[in-house]
């Protein structure tokens, strides 16, 4: 071939070449990214699925449905979803939840304050938890006021604190605290402290040397540099990736913000006479890793933040999704949530809900949790004697803005004498980390595990002068003079212990149980009370949709028109104990209607009282008295000519669950009839007069 011929041919084949080239990388090359975790989702709703816990308070290892918690408090979870439980109450231990859900105990035993493995280290009231990078646990140590580290190999030992209450900066058992609840771990290895009752925040380096980043030196609501800042009995602590930390802010129903130079703000608050406020006492706070936060409520549920400070409530909307105390929080590997609810003795996970395969929600504690060991001890001297019982659960009560039905009464009413000393009725355990309120108010109180004395002077006698300076810390206000008592977690009472004095409501509420949970105080056995009188039904009558009660008889008969849309049925019902008289009328337990024929039989879905009032169980939601109760209830204290309960028995409110409804007269044919109330008082006795209203349908 010739010189020009083989030119040619390299031509051709450059060119083809270069063809190739152009067509093959028009497409760019194929790039294996490792993406992150996809960013959080906002406003979803959440479902409840049980962790461990039977709802019953104790100390059990084993399968998660039969284990058992006295004070689960503070949660953290391991990338390989392990969950950790700081579980204070009699038991001062950390638990370990696997992740097939075996419950075991990881280190503690007796309370105290001992390093050691295992079983041979002590704690006293174990709060907050927090796991850095290598698998170190962090605990605030509440009642020993101090931090402690744990190794993954369960090797406990002491990082920060003396065991003795105090403020001081310095270098491991140089520094003090004073009931430490809340704990995190930054990004850069520093551990940050809740210091409670220091109402400071501060933070630990990695060579154990204590310092404060922020807070001075009495509680207090105000943003601005270091100490000039304040705080209000600080519970939790979280850092993002940026080390600023975020503060719930409990008293100031507040969440702030700190920066690393310890610059504080206010991220989210409840402003006076909110009607939704963004966030409720917040308790627990959990970061997930783009920065979204996660606020436990002390009363109501979890509420989610988005970066730009817009709050979305997650769980706590229903009274099915409240838990009793959301004390700690933790955001898993996959997004989903991990709550201890302190107050239930459960450990719950929050996923998105899905309809399609969601089930009944498990919250709460158990009916069958044991109630406090009290031997039928009364809150007053002689505590083996008899005392008048002035109110009981559920029972209507008003405001002083002339609102007769304001709230459901939720306790026992116990009279007693302005400057009477009030007593535990039982052996006891401060969990709250705010257990004392109200600082002179007629409602100021203190609660003591499932315990809470309500209308005294906390620690304080008559005159003002503290009890027992040790356990009731008076705090003294801007002007020097007393400001409120504090009553650290984890303080222990013996029954019999002088908790306050009456004030000026001369009488003593007693509660039992969890907010959102009380029980009947009469199950307390209280010694010589009884009632043996039945109760008594004084009305019975049909309202129609404006509340006005039907008038119209005919032959001894209420006439009801079966064209009506619906009728409410309302009745007026008492009760009396014995030893009281008449006029201190109480409330009832049940109440329930029955529709009977002419000549007194029961009509087909009705061979039993439909209950549809119990208070067994109290319902949280503060609409419940207005479901409760009609409008004509009321009580003498709040402006009433008598104590007057006006039940609206087709409604329900028992086992925490609130529904309104009414009677449809067409559910029966034209004709006459009886409708039975059934009203049951706690001990059992059932009215048997004035219990029927004959009816005629037209």
């Known amino acids: 071939m010739s010189r020009n011929g083989w030119l040619v041919l390299v031509a051709i084949a450059t060119a083809a070449a270069l063809a190739a080239t152009w067509m093959f990388e028009r497409k760019p090359p194929v790039v294996r990214a490792v993406l992150g975790p996809a960013p959080t989702a ?44 700081s579980d204070a109450g009699d038991n001062n231990r950390i638990r370990r939840i696997a992740p097939d859900g075996t419950v075991s105990t990881f280190a503690g035993s007796v309370e105290g304050l001992a390093n050691g493995v ?35 190999q369960g090797a406990v030992t ?21 009931g430490p609840t809340g704990i995190a771990v930054g990004t850069d290895g520093r551990v940050y402290v809740a210091d409670t009752y220091n109402d400071r925040i501060r933070v630990i380096a990695p060579d154990g040397s204590v310092a404060t980043l922020a807070g001075g030196d009495r509680p207090g609501d105000v943003d601005g540099p270091g100490a000039t ?87 706590g909307q229903t009274q099915a999704q409240r838990f009793s105390r959301a004390s700690g929080l ?79 009464h ?72 007393p400001g409120r008592v504090r009553v650290r977690r984890g303080t222990r009472f013996a029954a019999g212990d002088v908790l306050g004095t009456i004030n000026g409501m001369a009488h003593v509420h007693l509660s039992v149980g969890a907010t959102g949970y009380e029980r009947n105080a009469v199950a307390l056995g209280f010694v010589n009370y009884a009632d043996h009188y039945a109760p008594r039904i004084d009305r019975i009558e049909l309202l129609d949709l404006q ?20 009728v409410q049925i ?18 009832l337990h049940a109440l329930g209607y029955q529709w009977l024929d002419a000549a007194g039989a029961p009509l087909p879905g009705y061979e039993q009282p439909r209950m549809t009032i119990e208070f067994n169980r109290m319902p949280a939601d503060p609409d419940a008295v207005k479901v409760a109760y009609g409008p004509s209830s009321g009580i003498t204290v709040h402006g009433s000519a008598i104590t007057r309960f006006q039940y609206l028995v087709t409604n329900t409110v028992r086992d925490g669950v609130l529904a309104t409804g009414q009677w449809r007269p067409d559910e029966l044919p034209a004709g006459d009839y009886v409708l039975r109330i059934t009203a049951r008082d706690y001990s059992g006795n059932v009215a048997t007069a004035g219990r029927d209203l004959r009816v005629r349908l037209e």
């Open 547 to 566: 509340d006005q009660p039907l008038t119209v008889r005919r032959d001894g008969r209420l006439v009801l028109s079966r064209a009506m849309p619906g």
């Open 158 to 178: 002491t990082l920060a604190g003396d065991g003795t209450p105090g403020f001081a900066d310095g270098s491991g058992a140089q520094a003090r605290f004073d």
């Open 330 to 408: 933790a955001v898993a590997e996959d997004g989903t949530l991990r709550v201890a609810d302190a107050g239930a003795y459960r450990v719950h996970r929050i996923r998105p809900a899905d309809d399609a395969r969601d089930v009944p929600q498990i919250v709460g504690p158990s009916p069958d949790t044991p109630l406090p060991a009290s031997a039928g001890r009364w809150p007053l001297r002689p505590q083996d004697g008899w005392h008048e019982v002035v109110g009981t659960l559920g029972e209507v009560r008003g405001n002083y803005q002339r609102e007769n039905r304001d709230h459901l």
């Open 570 to 587: 309302a009745v007026d019902a008492w009760d009396q104990v014995d030893r009281n008289l008449p006029r201190r009328r109480l409330g």
């Open 410 to 481: 939720g306790g026992l009413d116990i009279r007693g004498d302005v400057g009477q000393e009030v007593l535990a009725i039982a052996d006891g355990k401060v969990s709250s980390p705010y257990a004392a309120w109200g600082f002179g108010e007629l409602g100021e109180g203190l609660g003591i595990d499932t315990l809470s004395y309500i209308h005294m002077r906390v620690g304080r006698t008559p005159r003002g002068e503290p009890l027992d300076a040790s356990r009731f810390v008076i705090v003294p206000g801007d002007d020097g003079k």
């Open 118 to 152: 295992g079983a041979a280290a002590a704690f006293d009231t174990p709060s907050g938890l927090a796991l850095d990078r290598d698998g170190n646990l962090y605990v605030a140590d509440t009642g020993n006021h101090a931090i402690r580290k744990i190794t993954p």
């Open 229 to 315: 800042a304040r705080f209000d009995t600080p519970t939790a602590v979280a850092v993002d990736a940026m080390n600023r930390v975020y503060v719930a802010d409990l008293r100031n129903n507040a969440i702030r913000r700190i920066t690393p130079t310890g610059e504080v703000s206010t991220f989210a608050r409840a402003m006076p006479g909110d009607e939704h406020p963004p966030v409720h006492r917040p308790l627990s706070l959990a970061l997930a890793h783009d920065g979204v936060l996660y606020v436990g409520e002390m009363y109501r549920g979890l509420v989610q933040f988005a970066r730009d400070g817009s709050p979305h409530q997650i769980t």
């Open 42 to 85: 906002i406003g979803w709703v959440g479902h409840i699925d049980l962790v461990a816990g039977d709802g019953v308070s104790g100390l059990r290892d084993g399968a998660a449905m039969q284990a058992r918690f006295a004070d689960p408090y503070g949660v953290a979870v391991s990338k390989d979803g392990t969950v950790f439980v």
